[in-house]
């Protein structure tokens, strides 16, 4: 059974699939009309930076979605297609548009506006996030109750055995990386992003979503994907699937509860769709007994090596 994954914001970076769209003028161009769509020359800001503008939040989001679906498409149209999906935060959006839930343009829409809505959550400066390596996962979760009644701060990602990351306010965040060296962690170390994701703080980008997806069709899924939220299977009711859209935003992604469940579903062959690695790092963890491929989206060629595997 083969499952695609794909990657969420870090993923990117400057230069990311340049030999892809010099080999492929239908890639190229498809990369480029979807920045007309949102208003900026996206194919130039992937391939020639500045990395500062590429990281911002707004243009990362779309670029990461674009080159995923793109590669997808690629996929797709030579034979190869996923039993399952599902996809890191932002990554999760490129697992329901292959999975026809969402429409491209809509998903497009969407995440850069999730981006802007993310940005301008909290205040610069006052939200981050930090990664734990080396901890368990209730070690962690002690810790941050601790020091924090209110939520302040929270394990928002489970990404493998012995990695989370915790989000919330600058103050505790820092508190709780400090702690956890105390315990025992490895390393820990503040993530380059605008806000502190998954947490209570970016309740007002569900509010942001909820309104963007009045007028969007979600249809059912055609093939299983796995929420983040739930670490299970999205629902078929296309009001359900919009309410895990929006509260994704603000609560935790059970990344190794959800490559834990594809493989008791039977995935043993995992596709890494998209830019980067990263999530090919965490599969090694969570499970050594499964097959992982990714595309890291630099040459046709490469990825003409990967039908067989994604068939």
């Known amino acids: 059974m083969v499952a695609w994954i794909f990657p969420g914001q870090g993923s990117q970076y400057v230069g990311?699939?340049?030999?892809?769209?010099?080999?492929?003028?239908?890639?190229?161009?498809?990369?480029?009309?979807?920045?007309?769509?949102?208003?900026?020359?996206?194919?130039?800001?992937?391939?020639?930076?500045?990395e500062s503008e590429l990281t911002l939040t707004q243009n990362a989001q779309p670029a990461i979605l674009s080159v995923s679906i793109a590669l997808s498409d690629f996929l797709s149209e030579r034979g190869a297609k996923p039993d399952i999906v599902a996809g890191l935060s932002l990554g999760e959006?490129?697992?329901?548009?292959?999975?026809?839930?969402?429409?491209?343009?809509?998903?497009?829409?969407?995440?850069?506006?999730?981006?802007?809505?993310?940005?301008?959550?909290?205040?610069?400066?006052?939200?981050?996030?930090?990664?734990?390596?080396?901890?368990?996962?209730?070690?962690?979760?002690?810790?941050?109750?601790?020091?924090?009644?209110?939520?302040?701060?929270?394990?928002?990602?489970?990404?493998?055995?012995?990695?989370?990351?915790?989000?919330?306010?600058?103050?505790?965040?820092?508190?709780?990386?400090?702690?956890?060296?105390?315990?025992?962690?490895?390393?820990?170390?503040?993530?380059?992003?605008?806000?502190?994701f998954h947490s209570r703080f970016l309740q007002p980008v569900g509010d942001v979503l909820r309104d963007f997806l009045k007028d969007v069709k979600v249809s059912p899924p055609r093939i299983p994907v796995i929420s983040n939220v739930t670490?299970?299977?999205f629902p078929e009711d296309p009001e359900e699937i919009k309410e895990l859209i929006i509260s994704q935003a603000y609560k935790p992604v059970k990344w190794e509860q959800s490559i834990r469940r594809m493989i008791q579903l039977g995935s043993d062959r995992f596709i890494e769709v998209g830019?980067?690695?990263?999530?090919?790092?965490?599969?090694?963890?969570?499970?050594?007994?499964?097959?992982?491929?990714?595309?890291?989206?630099?040459?046709?060629?490469?990825?003409?090596?990967?039908q067989e595997i994604a068939n």
Request: glycine share 10%.
């Open 93 to 196: 959006f490129s697992a329901l548009t292959v999975a026809g839930s969402l429409e491209y343009a809509d998903a497009l829409r969407l995440v850069r506006l999730r981006g802007i809505a993310m940005q301008e959550a909290i205040p610069p400066g006052e939200g981050i996030m930090a990664a734990i390596i080396g901890l368990p996962n209730e070690v962690v979760e002690k810790i941050c109750l601790e020091i924090s009644s209110e939520e302040e701060v929270i394990v928002a990602n489970y990404n493998c055995p012995g990695q989370v990351v915790v989000s919330g306010t600058t103050e505790k965040v820092r508190l709780v990386t400090s702690l956890a060296l105390e315990a025992g962690a490895r390393k820990c170390v503040e993530l380059s992003v605008s806000a502190p």
């Open 16 to 50: 990311m699939g340049k030999t892809l769209f010099e080999e492929s003028a239908i890639i190229r161009e498809f990369i480029g009309l979807s920045g007309r769509m949102l208003g900026f020359d996206m194919l130039r800001l992937m391939l020639e930076g500045p």
């Open 231 to 233: 670490g299970d299977f």
């Open 275 to 306: 830019p980067g690695k990263v999530l090919s790092g965490f599969m090694k963890k969570i499970d050594r007994n499964v097959s992982i491929s990714t595309t890291d989206c630099e040459s046709l060629e490469v990825i003409r090596e990967f």
